[in-house]
């Protein structure tokens, strides 16, 4: 029996938190106000031609939710809240490909230096030692999107993975968006193999020590045998929870040994191997804090959590029934055709002109008689309506289909990003479009004080 089985058959009643206060971890908290979220803001609304404002209330407006679940669940999201506004900028550069001049680009050979310099920081990673078995490992390493057809399994990793026979995977965009993340927030590293400290490695290249860090604990913590080792002993584990809590575990330990917080991922002050001793502890956690919640928080829950994970399906602990709805984060998307610019929608003769671009008049309307931003109608052309008076309609896709020779249109969204962008299952990816000559829109400002060109 490990020490592990003996801690969760021992303190089993024992499901209470300790009360003290620990002061290891320096958790990252960020205001709206900070200067890199500031930059990116200012970056998003030269794409978009939002105004400043509008990006940051869509940025308030998407935190909410961890205030709310942080009321109810505060040892999944109180640490995760601190710096959910970070979290969006995040997303927001991803999503808008917001860059840095400066940013050091992701290099495959700066990445083999610093693989050596964490095996010599970390004690199990070098050579790599898996905690169950006591197996060694030579880490295989995969860079993906990739030409090469050997790589097809791993194509769909976003962000990072690591399977169970040891090939560990990672996205080149997302770690050079973390690259650029970076800069913009002047991140700088304590170890001597750091450029700020004399050594040959960008600083910016922290979040990679992170992120290589966090997928090789879940190989040497075997995290994917978890769910079966505690069936074994009678205490059910589904893969979702045993991924989170590798998550929270693994990140904890990582942030407490000075790594700079990655901007998305778990993150908790109440679970961790400072407060509990054993993986089952912290599963119990996790369990309880869910079953505070109604079938349909459980669901925005999932999402909201499998969205700030790294990609757990190659880790073989997914459970088959959800498989669909965890751990993507940013995916196949399809560009919506039209941008449906109110008022540049006309109906001939068939609604009072104040009505015209109401995106409800057009129901039931012979194609013939339409004109949509200055496009003729096609069967199934999807409208992003940027500006109805209807604020239940703006923001939204819709699909517009050709029913019994009349136009029926389809709501295709059911909701909006931070950044504005209509979002169903982020199936939907809008690009600015071009802006009319008549377009009474704004420009977007050339240049924003207080940020770096
Ligand atoms: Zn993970």
């Known amino acids: 029996m490990r020490i592990d089985d ?38 998003v609304a030269k794409v978009t031609g939002k105004s400043h404002k509008e990006i940051e209330d869509h940025i308030l407006q998407n935190i909410r939710v961890f205030d709310q679940f942080k009321r109810i669940t505060p040892h999944l999201h109180a640490t995760i809240a601190l710096n959910a506004i970070e979290s969006e900028a995040f997303q927001m550069l991803q999503e808008f490909g917001v860059k840095h001049p400066d940013a050091p680009k992701l290099d495959l050979q700066t990445i083999e230096k610093l693989k050596v310099f964490i095996g010599v920081k970390y004690e199990d990673f070098y050579p790599l030692k898996s905690s169950r078995t ?5 880490p295989t390493f995969k860079w993906v999107p990739s030409s090469k057809e050997s790589d097809e399994a791993f194509q769909d990793v976003d962000t990072a993975a690591a399977t169970r026979d040891g090939v560990f995977i990672f996205n080149k965009n997302f770690c050079q968006n973390l690259l650029e993340f970076g800069k913009i927030k002047g991140i700088k590293m304590k170890d001597s193999y750091y450029a700020s400290q004399g050594g040959p490695i960008p600083d910016e290249y922290g979040y990679i020590e992170f992120l290589i860090a966090h997928e090789y604990l879940h190989w040497t913590q075997s995290d994917w045998d978890v769910p079966e080792h505690y069936t074994k002993l009678g205490h059910e584990i589904s893969p979702m929870v045993a991924n989170w809590v590798g998550d929270f575990r693994s990140n904890y330990r990582l942030v407490k040994e000075g790594l700079p917080q990655l901007p998305m991922g778990l993150f908790s002050d109440s679970i961790n191997y400072d407060r509990q001793h054993s993986f089952g502890q912290m599963a119990k956690i996790v369990q309880s804090e869910f079953a505070k919640l109604d079938e349909v928080q459980k669901d925005v829950m999932e999402k909201i959590l499998g969205k700030m994970a790294d990609d757990h399906e190659h880790q073989g602990g997914e459970d088959p029934k959800k498989k669909p709805k965890l751990n993507r984060k940013i995916i196949r998307r399809a560009p919506v055709d039209v941008v449906y610019d109110f008022p540049h929608f006309k109906v001939g003769g068939v609604a009072p002109a104040k009505d015209k671009g109401l995106l409800n008049n057009i129901r039931g309307v012979d194609p013939a008689k339409i004109e949509i931003s200055g496009r003729p109608f096609s069967d199934g052309m999807r409208v992003l309506v940027a500006k109805d008076p209807d604020p239940k309609v703006s923001m939204r896709v ?3 289909n050709l029913v019994n020779g009349k136009i029926d249109p389809k709501l295709i969204t059911d909701g909006v990003n931070p950044d504005g962008s209509p979002a169903k299952d982020e199936l939907i990816l809008v690009k600015p479009a071009p802006k009319p000559a008549a377009s009474a829109a704004p420009t977007p400002p050339t240049s924003t004080p207080g940020v770096n060109p």
Not at 134 to 138: I, M, P, R, W, Y
């Open 134 to 138: 006591h197996q060694f490992l030579k």
């Open 398 to 400: 819709y699909q517009l």
């Open 6 to 43: 003996l801690y969760i058959i021992l303190t089993e009643a024992d499901e209470k938190l300790p009360k003290e206060i620990l002061d290891n971890v320096e958790w990252s908290q960020t205001k709206l106000t900070d200067a890199h979220v500031q930059h990116i803001i200012a970056e």
